[in-house]
């Protein structure tokens, strides 16, 4: 008998793939989405939408209802942001709003998508899902409010519910319509508004291969795990000539010191705050953040979930060619 699954965030760029998977496998899928909402992602998928919103615990409770399995993959994704409050209430509250629709309905599987960000990193080396961390660690609200919701997960499976986390790295491939920052990077490249780079790195995913890694956790993950689903460690530099050799667009061949980048973030910062109000081409947290190489090791999803991405280069692929494809970038090279 088809299972009854419920997803939230499934009109996202992580959550469709997690849908497209679960119809894959023949389930019924129900995707909690807002009134108004864009849902370009599941063009053409059978799924059942309904409307409601993740803050709204009756919403959530009433979606939830008769669900067998819940994927939480919903989240506010920036890197900046005028207002934290409601950045913090779709990513805590939301999750605990969620914990308690799963646990009035006696979901038989929860599965809390969090991130990286929320992990620790070593000073050098590569990052597991056991490396020392604390909130005091984070750099800005994304990553605060997703590592609170962590938190709550973990929590609520330490209390006997069943529930499973698991971490992407940086997904990438197609259907980021918005798109999510990652997918930014790789459309400013295309666009030829990236003229240098800094000395960072991170650790790329093919997104379908992260949608595949949930429904593992489904069917293996431990309750109050963590489970890393993440591919390739790239430096920055590296996923440029990548991007290059794929697109035929010259990366760039200018390193940036951190802190010059650093100080061209601050006052774009102020001036974005200040006077613009909008989002800056580089935001404070984003260099932040960069000043560490975000490296991740999967080894435990491979070793307890049978998790095994492919290469990366497919998805940068897939990525060039739906980014072209939408008029995101141009189809050829500048």
Not at 62 to 86: F, T
Not at 136 to 162: C, I
Not at 275 to 286: C, D, F, K, N, Q
Request: aromatic fraction near 6%; hydrophobic fraction near 40%; charged fraction near 20%.
């Amino acid at each position: 008998m088809a299972k009854t699954s419920l997803v939230t965030g499934g009109n996202g760029f992580v959550g469709c793939h997690v849908v497209r998977a679960l119809v894959a496998r023949g389930d019924h899928v129900r995707v909690l989405v807002r009134a108004n909402a864009d849902l370009r992602a599941l063009q053409g998928v059978d799924c059942e939408p309904v409307i409601g919103d993740l803050r709204d615990p009756d919403a959530v409770a009433a979606a939830a209802r008769g669900c067998e399995e819940i994927y939480n993959v919903a989240a506010d994704y920036r890197l900046w942001v005028l207002d934290e409050g409601p950045m913090y209430a779709t990513n805590v509250q939301g999750t605990l709003n969620v914990l308690a629709a799963a646990r009035l309905h006696k979901a038989a599987r929860v599965i809390h998508t969090s991130t990286v960000g929320a992990l620790g990193v070593p000073k050098s080396g590569v990052g597991t899902e056991d490396t020392p961390v604390s909130l005091n660690d984070m750099v800005g609200p994304y990553k605060r409010s997703k590592f609170l919701a962590e938190q709550a997960a973990l929590r609520a499976a330490r209390e006997g519910m069943p529930v499973v986390v698991v971490n992407p790295s940086t997904p990438i491939g197609p259907l980021d319509h918005k798109p999510t920052p990652t997918g930014r990077i790789i459309v400013d490249f295309l666009n030829g508004r990236m003229p240098a780079y800094l000395d960072t790195g991170l650790n790329l995913v093919d997104v379908t291969h992260c949608a595949r890694g949930h429904l593992l956790a489904a069917e293996h993950g431990k309750p109050g795990h963590k489970y890393i689903l993440g591919g390739e460690n790239l430096t920055l530099q590296q996923l440029f000539q990548r991007l290059a050799s794929i697109s035929g667009v010259p990366a760039p061949r200018i390193r940036i010191p951190y802190g010059v980048a650093l100080g061209f973030a601050i006052g774009a910062d102020f001036v974005a705050r200040r006077i613009t109000r909008r989002p800056p081409r580089a935001s404070l947290t984003e260099v932040r953040m960069a000043r560490k190489k975000m490296f991740f090791d999967h080894s435990k999803a491979r070793r307890e979930l049978g998790y095994e991405p492919g290469p990366i280069d497919t998805a940068l692929s897939d990525a060039v060619a739906y980014y072209r494809m939408t008029g995101a970038a141009p189809t050829t090279e500048k």
